[in-house]
């Protein structure tokens, strides 16, 4: 999809959008099968904030992925120390 999108001559900035986007969605997709490996869901809210290119949606095709969790409970880290293993 990214070679199509080249080849049509896309601007970089929709490429890029596009590689961020399908990022998200695979990280969105580990995250949701780790907490099934891990057998149950945490018992605290938490979010997951990408950072540096994948936070400004400059994503190119071998960028890694920079992100956080925040906790809103930190009894709960060590479920997400587990939880960052599987990722």
């Not at 199509?4 to 997709?29: A, D, G, H, K, N």
Request: glycine fraction near 4%; charge should be negative.
């Amino acid at each position: 999809e990214v070679h199509r999108r080249i080849q049509t001559q896309q601007p970089v900035e929709i490429i890029q959008q596009f590689i961020t986007e399908s990022y998200q969605s695979l990280l969105c997709e580990m995250i949701e099968r780790a907490i099934q490996q891990i057998g149950f869901k945490p018992l605290t809210e938490f979010a997951f904030i990408g950072m540096g290119s994948f936070e400004r949606r400059e994503t190119c095709p071998f960028s890694d992925v920079d992100y956080a969790i925040l906790v809103a409970d930190e009894a709960d880290l060590d479920y997400f120390r587990l939880l960052a293993r599987f990722l």
